[in-house]
């Protein structure tokens, strides 16, 4: 061991005739350890947030879109989408139809977004129907009957009799008329606000209506509910809703026309470069965007506050390394006397310094330590354990996300130890400058 550490560990383990010292030492450690384990669990938090939104956002819906810049529909959609799956990079392609509408059950209703799809190609380019905990999505494999039709809604001269027939239709007739009906599948909260289960039906209601002499109405369909997806989302969960692209197509009147072309690559880090070729290559008239340019806004936001969260937590770094510069000082005090007698033994002034240097140092680096391990335990605990529960109305989802990472705490220790240096220098430096017949003169 190097002559000035072994002296640096010498003072911090001898006992001191002023107990103090010893406190703002003990306090000094605990300062940066509770820094240090603080930095790292907020850094686990915001990885965490950033991780989760990433992958739910990113894993849910497709990476990329492609619709018309008119916005007058996409035609002959099957050869365009497989002239464009061949592009590089490209791994899936699908074709969806997106329209606002009102879901209602009896009394109860709710705004959503309904989606048109083809659930084998979906599934490659999102994970939401994988998310079905209640039911099953696969009742949206059946293609659509031909005669399947929609309805309008009744006009004032003809009123809606289906449920005031003036015999009642027995269970089992009520029982195959819903059973006939086209399949829906609804998000949980979605289907916990309308009080709908697995084999109730809906009633879907397109704000795009019909011309009729008693002006415009809208068009109408009912439908089944046949599963109900929780993907732990709440943006998706509460207003989003999947129906065949064909029974998606009859309600709006849409024809053989699709809104929107997704499509799934396998580098995000080239989502804007991949966004531009996709666009390029499907001609004029059609415009591209991709998920991490729709939701730039949050993600700029949650990398804004990863770094106010490690500057306004790092101050507490910053107040523990004043307690050991002020604890070096009383211990420069006090071993005026030791220090002149190591250099009138031949100690150079160097040294000296770095004696006390080593020994602020190494008050950072067990702090460090001991702060290093609370943090990956705490972050470890509270994202196995999901202990930190939030109001997904607000946040999007029902826990706080822990992702610790190793690169983090490289970097944490490496600014806690740093800043316990910066705090050794004046001390150290106040040491070096003794002399030591004035230190001695009057032993």
Not at 9 to 29: D, E, W
Not at 256 to 281: G, H, P, R, W, Y
């Amino acid at each position: 061991m190097r002559f000035e550490l072994f002296i640096a560990t010498r003072y911090l383990r001898a006992k001191r005739r002023q107990a103090f010292i010893g406190i703002i030492t003990g306090i000094s450690v605990a300062g940066v350890a509770a820094g240090v384990a603080s930095l790292v669990v907020a850094m686990a938090i915001t990885n965490g947030f950033r991780q989760d939104l990433q992958q739910r956002l990113l894993g849910s819906t497709s990476n990329i879109s492609l619709q018309r810049v008119a916005d007058d529909g996409i035609q002959n959609w099957p050869a365009l989408m497989d002239r464009l799956s061949k592009e590089s990079h490209v791994v899936a392609a699908a074709p969806a139809v997106f329209e606002q509408v009102l879901i209602s059950r009896g009394p109860r209703a709710r705004g959503a977004i309904l989606k048109g799809m083809i659930p084998k190609y979906e599934r490659k380019v999102g994970d939401l129907l994988t998310t079905v905990k209640d039911g099953s999505a696969e009742a949206l494999e059946d293609p659509a009957p031909k005669h399947a039709g929609v309805a309008r809604a009744p006009s004032p001269a003809q009123p809606e009799s289906e449920t005031s027939a003036a015999s009642p239709d027995s269970l089992a007739a009520v029982q195959q008329r819903v059973s006939a009906m086209p399949p829906i599948v609804l998000g949980k909260v979605m289907a916990d606000s309308l009080g709908a289960r697995v084999g109730d039906p809906v009633l879907v209601t397109s704000p795009q209506g019909e011309l009729t002499p008693f002006g415009i109405v809208p068009k109408y369909n009912r439908f089944r509910v046949v599963g109900i997806f929780n993907s732990g989302f709440y943006d998706y969960d509460y207003g989003w809703a999947f129906v065949r692209l064909s029974d998606a197509q009859q309600l709006f009147g849409l024809g053989d026309l699709i809104s929107v072309l997704e499509f799934k690559v396998d580098n995000l880090d080239q989502a804007d470069a991949l966004t531009s070729e996709i666009e390029d290559a499907a001609g004029k008239g059609f415009m591209a965007t991709n998920a991490l340019r729709q939701n730039s806004a949050l993600f700029k936001a949650l990398k804004t506050e990863r770094l106010v969260t490690f500057i306004t937590i790092g101050l507490i770094v910053f107040v523990a390394a004043l307690n050991i510069l002020i604890s070096l000082i009383m211990m420069v005090m006090e071993k005026t006397k030791d220090i002149a007698v190591l250099m009138s033994m031949g100690a150079r002034r160097a040294q000296v310094r770095n004696l006390f240097i080593a020994q602020g140092v190494l008050i950072g680096a067990i702090g460090t330590a001991i702060g290093l391990v609370l943090g990956y335990g705490i972050s470890y605990l509270g994202g196995h354990y999901h202990v930190l529960t939030l109001s997904p109305e607000v946040y999007s989802i029902d826990y706080v996300p822990f992702a610790p990472r190793a690169i983090d705490g490289v970097w944490v220790a490496l600014f806690a130890v740093l800043i316990s240096f910066v705090a050794t220098l004046y001390p150290s430096w106040s040491a070096a400058r003794i002399l030591p017949a004035e230190a001695l003169r009057y032993e």
